[in-house]
């Protein structure tokens, strides 16, 4: 997980208050519940991000050990993200 769990608690608390500012939402319970549910989410949403870059780069190496010597004109960095992609596309995960 790139962020610091300070970092995704600033993050939830920003995003929150942004809402109530702009009266987009109306709390019906404590605020720290509420705050700890987005940070639950965010962090979810981090994991499988992680998982996804992990598999990625995975499958990227078994492709070009599988190529051999074939695969020394690939671009790696372009593969990867074709491959996340894919992969965020098939696991319904927005990027």
Not at 38 to 61: F, P, R, V
Not at 63 to 75: F, R, T
């Amino acid at each position: 997980m790139r962020l610091k769990e300070e970092q995704v608690h600033r993050l939830a608390e920003k995003i929150l208050n942004d809402l109530v500012a702009a009266e987009e939402v109306v709390l019906k319970t404590e605020r720290g519940a509420i705050v700890s549910a987005m940070k639950s989410a965010i962090i979810a949403d981090l994991q499988a991000e992680d998982s996804l870059e992990k598999d990625a780069e995975l499958m990227l190496t078994e492709n070009l050990k599988a190529l051999g010597k074939g695969a020394v004109e690939i671009d790696r960095h372009r593969m990867l993200r074709m491959i996340k992609d894919r992969l965020a596309k098939e696991r319904k995960i927005i990027l």
